[in-house]
DNA sequence: GCTTGTACTTGAAACGCATCAAAGGGGCCG
DNA sequence: CGGCCCCTTTGATGCGTTTCAAGTACAAGC
């Protein structure tokens, strides 16, 4: 099982070492016989190039890291599905981590990537990037996904702000007088969303907002319990919008309503976050406000390729994308699965038109359902 | 940009550079001070290892590489699942490719983490892996997963024969006469699951089968062709049990069944295979037979270990694992993906008694239900 | 004061490859 | 036949580490 090495195949057909790098990385400088010849004797040996040293010697290689806090969810997906075939299209590999929900382990790879010499490495951070002072002078273009980060930083996000603009418009334009808003604001994401719900409301001091905290997590148990509170109010401090700051927590507050008998959407609207088909087990239709996963990762990666080009910052450092509004039952919930994770060139084609360097814009994709 | 090395840490903290290279890699050598002022530096110039130096000089890092056929299919996720825990469990790191349903692709990854000297390779291949007679003397330890390949070769696989043969054993106990096999067994896979039914209806020779070609992709709209046809013939000739050789497949059936107004499972049960619930869209209760794959994931990274940490071929170098008879709906099928995808554990923790190193066996995993 | 031992530290060698200046070979022209 | 140029091949050099034999400093024991 001893490695066979270049030296090895320059030996074995009788060339020198040179030429068999040559024969690896240019082989239009070789004589067509000789390049036949080492590659006959290549698949002879099983030679394979040793990529350690291949990076050591040659400098970085074409390829992107890519760290996920989990790979178990949906978003997270659209976003490696994106990134991978734009990577591909410009002839990158991407190599993907898992950094399981863990402060460590992202670090931990986020690390291992950049030492080993990949091109550039994008990250959907857990928590706000800027603890990390050293992430701003990274000796490779680093990318963050779905999180806003301090001005050295390159990010590619959703408008979270917009995405509780465009709740609470929703809201609005259902006639809604008094929205119950659930979730604890635990991260960035959610702050600005309650953010934008309040500065959409603010035109409308007539209707009555409140916000609920659900506890740390933001469980769907969470939000059971919330919708079972609202649900035991008298009819009349009842709110009539109910926005789950994600989708879990919608879910969660809709089964309480349906279980305590009150009618989805008939007495109580309820909204969520996220675009996160999994989260809708029941047969009610729900309105999310979907951010484009796909299209995120593909921006990703062009903010990496714009960086590796021009070899000086890009021009362009933040892209924030719109979002869009859903309407989702469980079965159309599977048409969405298939759409965007089997074949998600459909939510580029739609996502594209809402998304901007500047600010966010709600489509809609009812077409698809 | 330029990035910092070794040697300037070496001359900034006025150590030598080996010491400074043992306090990476074998900090109790050093004193204590030492240590200390070597680690201040380092993050004072925000030195990271470069990997593929370490990599050269060092041999096999803790890392292994896992080549998925795609991301969005959660059997995929589970496997990338289970062997994530696992390789944490033993300090190693998991990095995976998505090989995006694309032969060249799938091997391009391959001989990439081949060559990146990494500790282990595993794949979940598209095609038997015996095309290439290069993968079995391979200079690192390579696990095969979901399939069956030549002896030389390590696998971890679902027995898709014993699978086959479940669901026939499922049929008769619900006491079908008339059994359709949908689907074309385009891979390995699917024919022994063919193989497996017929092997268990040899011994009644009573009930009818046919096997009914689903066209070349086995999408849910081969499905559905095939369900209107079975809905059209003469209720005499309609089974009373169609077996789809994929769950996708099985909800096309499902679908056309009960469009053209048969019903499911009154007049006809249909059976699936693969336990994937986004496959089943529709409110009808259905059974499927799921392959553990979080115990896949498992068991590749510990047929690794085994490799690495004996360095010899390891003793079992197949192994099998049971399926799981379960029923699905619609709304179960979330519970399915909570559990199976965000807690694996769960999976783990019923699936390891199906586990066995020579035949399969199946559980019932309703409890979830 | 000398020896022996212990606890750290040093720096040269090697890891496998890409690069590139230089050498080689052959054809063409004068 | 010599000179020139172009196409192809060569091999020494260095990439940033780890390793390890050899070195240093210091303490304890005699």
Redesign the interface.
Known sequence: ?A?VKISDVAREAGVSLGTVSNALNHPEKLRPETLKLINETI?RL?Y??????R??AGGATK?FGLVLPR??HGFS?QI??GA??EA?KHGY??????A?NDDI?ED??L??F????MSGVMVQPMASPDWHP?MT?M?VPIVHLDIHCSEPGYYVAADNEAQGRIIAELAIARGAHHIVVVGRAAFMQLTLRVLGIHKALALHPDIKIEVIDAGEWNTAADGYGIGAQIAERPADERPDFVVGLTDVLASGVVSALVDKGISVPGQVRVAGCDGNP??????VPLTTVAPPGYEIGRKGVQLLMEQIENKAPAKIKHIRVGSAVRTVT??AA??I??QE??RPFLLERASTQASSQTDATAINLGAYL
């Open positions: 099982m490695k698949s099983g394979l190039p040793n990529q350690s040293a990076q050591l390829s790979l178990d997906l490696a599905s991978h075939n591909r590999d991407l190599l993907i981590a898992n399981d382990l931990h790879y690390r291992y950049m030492g080993t010499q050293a002078k000796p999994l989260a809708w087990s029941g047969s469980a079965v599977e048409d699965n298939r994770l089997v």
